[in-house]
């Protein structure tokens, strides 16, 4: 690759910060901006941010006005913040399917049988099908049990080694039960397709990916299912790495929830890991790049180590044993929302820190408002935006839309940059993709339950951002990361430029 030029960089973090004041202009919002302060390019986005919202307002001096929208945040955050969330196995149905299976452009291909022949059949994920809406968001185990009546819902829960589960119908059993009582004939041919998705999943689970997922949540959360603390977590990764059955991908994936575990192992270390799970020298690029993105990748003994985030502690009953980890942005989005998140380690960019800290009488405003609202009004409540430099997971997506189901007049929304694109902006200047990122609108049990008005949509975004028929935000075309698109981001031959002069390359500190 050749260096990239100077003046690139900028360029695109200018047209980033364009793209995302449009978003809070069309929204009406006129947020407090919020950086995660570890990494440089963070800061440098969020002053640019301001100067574009400062604009919007002066055009608009209404944009932001609303009972309690003094209190919307919007937070940019870049991958290192959790390095965890992108490369776990998730057991929520949209997660593992996109993880699993071979699921392009929202589309889920599958055979069918019946007549005697077999036909490949083509299924759209969106949010025109009820019933992918339902389901996404559901742990694997659920899935069968949702949405049938009682009756078939009592005859079925899936079997996925997790000892607080009965074991009981698999997904084929319970298709071939259907057929055999037509009074649920028509639920049959409904939720065919989502159980043909469930149990390609389980398919692809049992065997390989749940021997990983134990590990995987073991290492995660630095503690075992019994809550004992793991103290030579060595033991427990070298039968997999050691395992000809697991993908390079899925080794990779275990060595770096290693490393996060410890904050950093010595080059001799990794290089040890790398050789028992005979990683090809063009994969552990993707292990040494992590380390561009704040992350503590190679750490000899004697360098202070930085100290783990404290977690909210999640655990209970309801809980499955591999599925406790929880993706660090939900604690953000909570503690933003509850004005407990620290302002040192997210430093706001204006001096508008203080029309956050609201009394009980704006919150009695908006309850006297929420009563005169008419169904067809824009949201007025607040709104915690959060944009990712990097990427965003589904299970983080998840997150967003659990964080305004549980929080009444608050909206969470979510956003990403791709590293596909990151990689293009820091070293090319010819990027065709040139920005990534989704926010997207989803139907009834949503993230994104904005109500928008599509003329003013249409007088406020530019050519910037595309509104589909349902009134979806996309920011040019890009898809939510998978673990595997994620990986394949960070293998990317510029990633680190070797040509690059050095001020132009991203180093730790930044």
């Given at each position: 690759?050749?260096?990239?030029?100077?003046?690139?960089?900028?360029?695109?973090?200018?047209?980033?910060?364009?793209?995302?004041?449009?978003?809070?202009?069309?929204?009406?919002?006129?947020?407090?901006?919020?950086?995660?302060?570890?990494?440089?390019?963070?800061?440098?986005?969020?002053q640019m941010l301001q100067d574009k919202?400062?604009?919007?307002?002066?055009?608009?001096?209404?944009m932001g006005e609303g009972p309690d929208k003094a209190r919307s945040?919007?937070?940019?955050?870049?991958?290192?913040?959790?390095?965890?969330?992108?490369?776990?196995?998730?057991?929520?149905?949209?997660?593992?399917?996109?993880?699993l299976l071979p699921i392009e452009n929202d589309v889920y291909k599958y055979e069918t049988t019946g007549m005697g022949d077999t036909r490949m059949k083509e299924v759209l994920l969106d949010e025109d099908d009820d019933l992918w809406v339902t389901l996404r968001h559901k742990h694997i185990a659920e899935v069968s049990t949702v949405g049938f009546s009682p009756t078939v819902q009592n005859q079925a829960v899936m079997p996925i080694g997790d000892s607080k589960l009965p074991l009981g119908t698999t997904i084929k059993e319970l298709s071939q039960m259907l057929k055999k009582m037509p009074q649920y004939q028509k639920e049959l041919s409904k939720y065919s397709t989502h159980l043909h998705l469930a149990e390609d999943c389980m398919k692809h689970y049992q065997g390989t990916v749940d021997k990983l997922c134990r590990v995987e949540q073991d290492l995660a959360m630095g503690s075992d299912a019994e809550g004992e603390k793991i103290k030579d977590p060595m033991r427990a990764i070298v039968p997999i790495l050691l395992d000809a059955n697991v993908s390079v991908f899925d080794k990779i994936r275990i060595i770096l929830?290693?490393?996060?575990?410890?904050?950093?192992?010595?080059?001799?270390?990794?290089?040890?890991?790398?050789?028992?799970?005979?990683?090809?020298?063009?994969?552990?690029?993707?292990?040494?790049?992590?380390?561009h993105m704040t992350i503590p990748i190679i750490s000899e003994q004697t360098t202070t180590r930085k100290k783990k985030t404290d977690r909210k502690e999640r655990i209970s009953e309801q809980t499955y044993q591999l599925s406790r980890w929880t993706p660090l942005v939900k604690d953000i989005m909570e503690d933003a929302i509850e004005d407990k998140l620290d302002p040192k380690q997210y430093p706001y960019i204006s001096t508008r820190t203080a029309s956050s800290k609201t009394t009980t009488a704006t919150s009695a405003r908006y309850g006297n408002w929420h009563k005169n609202k008419s169904p067809g009004e824009m949201r007025t409540g607040p709104r915690v935006i959060v944009f990712i430099i990097g990427g965003v997971t589904y299970s983080e997506m998840r997150c967003a839309y659990e964080v305004t189901q549980a929080n009444g007049k608050w909206e969470a929304l979510i956003g990403e940059l791709k590293w596909s694109c990151v990689i293009c902006m820091l070293f090319k200047g010819n990027c065709g993709r040139l920005l990534a990122g989704q926010i997207g609108r989803e139907k009834r049990s949503s993230f994104f339950t904005t109500h928008l008005n599509r003329k003013a949509i249409k007088a406020n975004t530019r050519a910037a951002v595309s509104v589909s028929p349902r009134d979806d935000f996309i920011f040019s075309s890009t898809h939510t990361v998978t673990p595997s698109k994620y990986l394949k981001d960070l293998q990317h031959q510029d990633f680190l430029d070797?040509?690059?002069?050095?001020?132009?390359?991203l180093t730790a500190e930044d």
């Open positions: 690759g050749r260096p990239f030029k100077a003046d690139v960089k900028p360029q695109m973090l200018e047209r980033l910060a364009e793209q995302i004041a449009t978003l809070c202009a069309t929204l009406k919002e006129y947020p407090a901006v919020r950086y995660r302060g570890e990494y440089k390019d963070n800061a440098v986005l969020a919202l400062d604009g919007y307002k002066a055009d608009d001096p209404t945040q919007l937070l940019i955050l870049d991958r290192g913040f959790d390095p965890v969330s992108p490369v776990l196995h998730e057991l929520t149905f949209q997660a593992m399917a996109y993880d929830l290693y490393i996060f575990l410890k904050n950093g192992v010595t080059e001799e270390n990794l290089c040890k890991l790398l050789q028992h799970a005979q990683i090809p020298p063009e994969d552990s690029d993707i292990i040494s790049n992590m380390a070797p040509n690059a002069a050095p001020e132009d390359k």
